[in-house]
């Protein structure tokens, strides 16, 4: 794909300081904004991450890692997690070092690793919501 020329771009209507005035963004702008859609895109792609979103927006407050994952085991398996033990511990593993901080990487979930918690970021529970509604 060809540079293209440091000129500011002018997009209507998005985010002028005046109603229908322009904002003027940099190609280095517009480049880091298309970096993070990216980001959401690619951690959107796996279905557990999205059933985790899912889980989330469900549940309307933080919610601790052991419970998104005995969630996720009743969706994937239809089965207790006190019956799939292994099953279980294999998808809180994954959660806790893939799929979780692959959300968080694209700031779409806040995760306080210490606590072992996971919530929505609120700045971005608008813009997935249409997605998690699909699951």
Not at 17 to 25: H, I, L, T, W, Y
Not at 27 to 37: C, D, F, I, K
Not at 126 to 134: N, P, R, S
Request: include cysteine.
């Amino acid at each position: 794909m060809p540079d293209e020329p440091n000129l500011p771009h002018e997009i209507p209507g998005a985010g002028g300081d005046q109603p229908g005035e322009q904002s003027v963004k940099t190609p280095a702008e517009r480049q880091l904004e298309s970096a993070g859609l990216d980001r959401v895109y690619d951690a959107l792609t796996d279905r557990r991450r999205r059933y985790i979103l899912h889980c989330l927006k469900r549940s309307r407050t933080p919610m601790a890692l052991a419970d998104i994952a005995d969630s996720i085991v009743r969706w994937e398996t239809n089965e207790e997690p006190v019956d799939v033990p292994a099953e279980r511990e294999r998808i809180y593993v994954s959660l806790y070092h893939y799929h979780v901080p692959k959300l968080a990487d694209a700031n779409l979930v806040s995760f306080d690793v210490p606590k072992k918690r996971v919530s929505l970021c609120e700045s971005d529970e608008a813009a997935i919501q249409d997605v998690i509604a699909e699951r």
